[in-house]
């Protein structure tokens, strides 16, 4: 079965240090992965996807990721965090062959950046 | 990118009335929606795929006469809650996806209160 683990419910980090939020995946065959931003009582927004090619994915407002196919992992992460990046992110894994496009999501990680 | 919108945006019902959340893909046509179920701070748990002109699929534990899903239209799919309780309250969020694309474009989300 596919799944996606994100192992923390809240990360906090100050203002202009790097941020990581974790995720890790459970897939058969080659992971579509994605992160997804949402921001209080709105819906996902679209951050970023690796399908293939390069381990490093650029996303939108500065946002990159990281795949690892050796430790499963595909953590996103920021150079230098902002106080409006404060928000839940969710990883996410798609499911895998046949005419399924479902998304497996993870419980989300609260990023909070204190100024 | 593709836009999806939802509405309304907020609606709080009288418990046992009948509730119709409308989701709406506005630049692309969807071949494919889905409809998700948010509690508070909480991940998304999909509650069932539409395709248009077919019947939807629902996820395992999610009743299919109390959330009525049509499609009928490959820009417009609808939830009906049917008969709701105060338990049904909760952020529902639709999605869709064109063969065009290779993710899920998400509406804004609709809250539903019911007292």
């Known amino acids: 079965a596919q799944s996606v683990a994100q192992p923390e419910d809240q990360v906090n980090v100050a203002e202009g240090n790097p941020l990581t939020v974790k995720c890790t995946y459970s897939?058969?065959?080659?992971?579509?992965l994605f992160w997804y931003v949402q921001y209080p009582n709105r819906g996902l927004q679209f951050l970023l996807k690796?399908?293939?090619?390069?381990?490093l994915v650029k996303g939108s407002y500065g946002f990159e990721a990281e795949f690892n196919k050796s430790q499963t992992s595909f953590h996103l992460k920021k150079p230098s965090a902002l106080v409006s990046d404060s928000a839940l992110y969710f990883c996410?894994?798609?499911?895998?062959?046949?005419?399924?496009?479902?998304?497996?999501f993870g419980t989300g990680t609260l990023l909070a950046v204190q100024p | 990118g593709a836009v999806v919108s939802q509405h309304p945006s907020r609606v709080i019902c009288k418990s046992g009335t009948s509730v119709k959340i409308e989701c709406r893909s506005l630049?692309?046509?969807?071949?494919?929606m889905f409809w998700y179920r948010q509690f508070p701070k909480k991940s998304l748990m999909l509650m069932a795929t539409?395709?248009?002109?077919?019947?939807?699929?629902?996820e395992q534990g999610v009743e299919k006469d109390k959330f009525l899903i049509n499609h009928a239209s490959l820009t417009l799919s609808t939830l009906t809650v049917t008969s709701a309780h105060p338990e049904d309250s909760s952020f529902y969020i639709c999605?869709?996806?064109?063969?065009?694309?290779?993710?899920?474009?998400f509406g804004p989300g609709t809250r539903l209160t019911v007292l």
């Open positions: 999605s869709a996806i064109t063969f065009e694309y290779n993710e899920q474009f």
């Open positions: 897939v058969s065959g080659n992971p579509y």
């Open positions: 690796y399908i293939t090619g390069d381990n």
């Open positions: 996410a894994v798609r499911g895998y062959g046949g005419a399924t496009n479902k998304l497996i």
């Open positions: 630049d692309f046509q969807a071949t494919t």
């Open positions: 539409s395709n248009e002109g077919s019947k939807a699929t629902y």
